[in-house]
T-cell receptor, first 113, second 112 residues
Framework: GAGVSQSPSNKVTEKGKDVELRCDPISGHTALYWYRQRLGQGLEFLIYFQGNSAPDKSGLPSDRFSAERTGESVSTLTIQRTQQEDSAVYLC???????????FGPGTRLLVL | KQEVTQIPAALSVPEGENLVLNCSFT??????LQWFRQDPGKGLTSLLL???SQREQTSGRLNASLDKSSGRSTLYIAASQPGDSATYLCAVRRDSNYQLIWGAGTKLIIKP
């Protein structure tokens, strides 16, 4: 079926506004990850979901960041009161099992002015 | 603590050459290792996944090897093409859970 999709592909917002990023994983994939990648930097783990288990939120940088996922479907990453340092590409990935091959979406490029 | 290193950070070679990218890890107790490529402005594409019990995996012109005892994996690219230009990343799983430790990547440029 289709790969991992993310929307929007690009988002420009003003400092202080809230943004919501969406990820549609591959159908049947129980594991879902969010990563952040700043310009010229490596991947930064944000949060992990596995089925109906409690998510691992250990990578969220502040309480302005939150994420939800209902069952094994869509996930949304919300950033409240955006700051300029939040500007980055936000990548979503899914896998069939915890330790399986990771499939990434194209990312959402967020620019906070 | 597991650390993953990729050297060199950048590599430029003429088209047609065979080349090797390196990935080193400090803790040999890994579950699997995965190689990805990232094209500019795009997401990551999985290339090969090697389980800890495997020595190598092949896909087309790509061959990935794994030597746990020396803490090393290599990605061999045969007959390189300009379309192979990308950043190549490796990621290691410590055990059969979701945690991945990422290398910083090698930026590969294939000159026509």
């Amino acid at each position: 079926g289709a790969g991992v999709s993310q929307s929007p592909s690009n988002k420009v917002t003003e400092k202080g506004k809230d943004v919501e990023l969406r990820c549609d994983p591959i159908s049947g994939h129980t594991a879902l990850y969010w990563y952040r990648q700043r310009l010229g930097q490596g991947l930064e783990f944000l949060i992990y979901f596995q089925g109906n288990s409690a998510p691992d939120k250990s990578g969220l940088p502040s309480d302005r960041f939150s994420a939800e996922r209902t069952g094994e479907s869509v996930s949304t990453l919300t950033i409240q009161r955006t700051q300029q340092e939040d500007s980055a590409v936000y990548l979503c990935a899914s896998s069939f099992t915890d330790a399986g091959t990771l499939y990434f979406g194209p990312g959402t490029r967020l620019l906070v002015l | 603590k597991q650390e993953v290193t990729q050297i060199p950070a950048a590599l430029s070679v003429p088209e047609g050459e065979n080349l090797v990218l390196n990935c080193s890890f400090t803790d040999s107790a890994i579950y699997n290792l995965q190689w990805f490529r990232q094209d500019p402005g795009k997401g990551l594409t999985s290339l090969l996944l090697i389980q800890s019990s495997q020595r190598e995996q092949t896909s087309g012109r790509l061959n990935a090897s794994l030597d746990k005892s020396s803490g090393r994996s290599t990605l061999y690219i045969a007959a390189s093409q300009p379309g192979d230009s990308a950043t190549y990343l490796c990621a290691v799983r410590r055990d059969s859970n979701y945690q991945l430790i990422w290398g910083a990547g090698t930026k590969l440029i294939i000159k026509p």
